[in-house]
């Protein structure tokens, strides 16, 4: 028989913070399970108790690069063609973004949703809480978000609550997302341009998004002619932030394009007002244009609050509330 598998985790580390459990190293034996794979053959799969303690005789089955590269490139691939024509798109996957998109997707399982997002990494400020120290904060009833989605925190007072770290917030609601049948998170691709049409009124509408790899739109200045992507759609909802290298994209270009008469521009720190401010304001700006989050301040002239992000998640629900009238009309 093998050697006793070194690790064996048999309980979870919660239950071993007041001592109780007996912390021992051994990954807990799991059953074995079947896969069926695409061609409809099935195949047992190994467990982790198998393989640990037992390397000598390890071996991946062989693989040809090209597969890898064909399994990445037929999805990717696969759904720049599926989302070339989407239901919605958000425009960044900071706090507010993804709390739209959770709320959109749950809410309506037909709408193919795309969230374009600049980073390569999705979450925008909220993986730390301020001045790059981890807890979270968000002040009631924004916690309601919180137990819908199922991330821990501690009551800490009367009119908040405390997630131990805003990372754990951050990557529950992108893992929850990203899940969805119906979203599809390209990263590391930005919203350049707005699709318009005139709206028959002397105004405009919107009609989907100009994208490209951020890496690319960030040498415009030095490489010419690195022509765009499009993406049509007949609702965008923008929480493009108030900082970074793209930030209220959206509110900048409406304002440019005319869209927009000018930029009310982010006013100081003022939380109580600033939250609020920023949930009760989030709406559609022009038609098909909903904005939302802190990119919103920039639109309206309304406060910052700074480290609390209760008004980021309700805004979120706001705006796929208002995405849904749209729809519904
Ligand atoms: O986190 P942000 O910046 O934006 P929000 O509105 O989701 O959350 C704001 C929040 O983090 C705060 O700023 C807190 C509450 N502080 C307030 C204060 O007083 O300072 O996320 C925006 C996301 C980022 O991930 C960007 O990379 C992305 O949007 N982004 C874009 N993605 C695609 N195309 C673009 N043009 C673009 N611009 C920004």
Redesign the pocket.
């Known amino acids: 028989a093998p050697p006793a598998a070194l690790l064996d985790l048999q309980e979870p580390a919660a239950n071993c913070q007041n001592g109780t459990a007996p912390v021992s190293t051994k990954i807990a034996a799991v059953p074995h399970t079947t896969a069926v794979l695409a061609n409809g053959s099935s195949t047992k799969q190994k467990t982790i108790e198998e393989m640990a303690g037992n390397w000598a005789d390890f071996k991946f089955a062989p693989i040809r690069e090209s597969q890898v590269s064909r399994a990445m490139t037929r999805r990717y691939f696969a759904d720049l063609d599926k989302y070339a024509e989407s239901d919605i798109v958000i425009?960044?996957?900071?706090?507010?973004?993804?709390?739209t998109a959770y709320c959109l997707a749950k809410a309506r399982p037909d709408l193919k949703i795309a969230i374009?997002?600049?980073?390569v990494?999705?979450?925008?400020?909220?993986w730390l809480g301020?001045q790059l120290f981890s807890a979270m904060v968000m002040r009631k009833p924004a916690d309601a978000f919180l137990r819908e989605i199922g991330v821990p925190y501690e009551d800490a007072d009367d009119d908040f609550v405390v997630v131990k770290h805003a990372a754990l917030f951050t990557s529950t609601i992108l893992s929850k997302v990203i899940q969805f049948p119906n979203v599809k998170l390209f990263n590391a691709?930005?919203?350049?341009d707005l699709i318009t049409r005139a709206d028959g009124k002397g105004g405009i509408r919107l009609a989907g998004?100009v994208?490209n790899w951020?890496l690319v739109?960030m040498h415009h200045d030095d490489q010419s002619c690195m022509d765009p992507n499009t993406i049509n759609a007949p609702v965008v909802i923008?929480?493009?932030?108030?900082?970074?290298?793209?930030?209220?994209?959206?509110a900048k270009r409406l304002v440019s394009m005319g869209g927009l008469p000018a930029l009310g521009g982010?006013r100081g720190?003022d939380m109580n007002t600033?939250e609020d401010a920023?949930v009760k304001g989030t709406r559609e700006v022009v038609p098909g244009l909903i904005i939302?989050?802190?990119?919103?301040?920039e639109v309206d002239g309304a406060?910052?609050?700074?480290?609390?992000?209760g008004?980021?998640v309700l805004?979120?629900v706001k705006a796929a509330e208002e995405a849904l009238m749209i729809f519904e009309l």
């Not at 691709?189 to 350049?192: A, C, D, F, G, S």
């Not at 493009?240 to 994209?249: E, K, M, N, R, S």
């Not at 939302?292 to 301040?297: F, I, K, P, Q």
């Open positions: 425009v960044g996957a900071g706090s507010c973004g993804l709390s374009i997002e600049a980073s990494s999705p979450g925008g400020g909220a301020g691709t930005v919203v350049e998004v994208t951020t739109s923008s929480t493009t932030g108030h900082d970074g290298p793209f930030g209220a994209f959206s982010m720190l600033a920023i939302g989050g802190m990119e919103l301040s406060n910052r609050m700074g480290p609390t992000f008004a980021m805004s979120g």
